[in-house]
Nanobody
Framework: QVQLVESGGDLVQPGGSLRLSCAGS????????MAWYRQAPGKQRESVAV???????TYTESVKGRFTISRDNAKNTVYLQMNSLKPEDTAVYYC????????WGQGTQVTVSS
């Protein structure tokens, strides 16, 4: 059974930074494109960053230059480094495969507010 566990969310002031982690069990991250998604209140879930099995990174326009996705295949973990955070980044953040194949975890709440 695949389990994805996100962590690292917090309340942070605008301009601050956070590092999110996603640990997986029952799935081998190294052979898959993995992604971070977010869902803000009243909005649909959206993909914000993808990292391919080969390490190619892609980002949605609104986070380019501020967010960095990375992976540690030995730890079966994917990370999202978020810098220069803005109030509009407030959302619950989730990880999954690039196609959202597996059951969603509980996510981790990121709140950007002064």
């Amino acid at each position: 059974q695949v389990q994805l566990v996100e962590s690292g969310g917090d309340l942070v002031q605008p301009g601050g930074s956070l590092r999110l982690s996603c640990a997986g069990s029952g799935i081998i991250f190294s052979i898959r494109s993995m992604a971070w998604y977010r869902q803000a209140p009243g909005k649909q879930r959206e993909s914000v960053a993808v990292i391919s099995s080969g390490g190619l990174e892609t980002y949605t326009e609104s986070v380019k230059g501020r967010f960095t996705i990375s992976r540690d295949n030995a730890k079966n973990t994917v990370y999202l480094q978020m810098n220069s955070l803005k109030p509009e980044d407030t959302a619950v953040y989730y990880c999954n495969t690039a196609g959202g194949r597996f059951t969603w975890g509980q996510g981790t709440q990121v709140t950007v507010s002064s």
